[in-house]
């Protein structure tokens, strides 16, 4: 089984912010032991539903909790600059097309307790291989071993991804940074979270200016259908 680090920068965020992540771990330890996976995602991308989903993870793990990290969001994961590897890895695309059994995808980390399925290759469609027999099977033998299992999935605001895992999860939270995202679509995001038919756990805000008096305005909405295609720029 591979051994995944944890980036230099990571740690040192993950310590800076360590009680932030506590607080929002104990808030779901506190709202039922029948939640054991959950989904995060996100309005749009670059609002920290990644950054999110490891740095929970890595407090689940921190107080002796099995916890299990997936890289749902295979088009465009930001987990693979976060995890780094000497040797060659299978992720969770390639579970998913029968490329690679379980156990060669789960990948244990420099962090006690705490395992991860990367995101794998780009598939060609992402859709449709989260509605497939494996990713059920996935849940079934996660819950199983784990304690916790964290899910980051694509942003919900531009993909129906997260949805799909959503509906496969116990619960869901959605991030979304202060100032970038108007609240209508933070509304619409969090309808459709509660759509799947899971336990919506509440809204994480993210990138809050502390030394602002008072929260101002959402910013734009960004464009839909672009996400995950490669630029030059």
């Known amino acids: 089984m591979p051994l995944l680090k944890l980036v230099k920068s990571k740690v040192d965020f993950a310590k800076k912010t360590e009680e932030y992540y506590n607080a929002i771990r104990t808030n779901i330890q506190f709202s039922g032991a029948q939640i054991k996976v959950i ?100 849940m079934e033998v996660a819950r199983s071993r784990y304690d916790y299992v964290i899910i980051d999935t694509p942003p919900i605001g531009l993909v129906i991804d997260a949805g799909i895992i959503a509906h496969q999860a116990d619960a869901s939270l959605l991030v979304t940074a202060a100032g970038k995202i108007k609240r209508r679509f933070v509304t619409k995001a969090v309808e459709q979270l509660k759509q799947s038919g899971s336990q919506f756990l509440g809204v994480v805000l993210n990138k809050v200016d502390m030394t602002v008096d008072k929260y101002g305005s959402y910013g734009s909405y960004g464009s839909y259908g672009e996400y995950g295609k490669k630029t030059d720029q």
């Open 39 to 138: 989904a995060i995602s996100s309005v749009e991308a670059g609002e920290g539903k990644s950054t999110t989903s490891v740095n929970l993870a890595i407090s689940f793990a921190s107080v002796g909790l099995r916890t299990l990290l997936i890289d749902a969001d295979t088009r465009n994961s930001v987990l693979s600059g976060t995890f780094k590897s000497n040797e060659p890895y299978k992720g969770l695309s390639n579970f998913l097309y029968r490329n690679a059994d379980l156990n060669e995808t789960i990948c244990q980390t420099d962090i006690s307790g705490l395992d991860v399925i990367s995101s794998g290759p780009v598939p060609p469609n992402p859709t449709s291989l989260l509605q497939n027999d494996n990713f059920r099977h996935l």
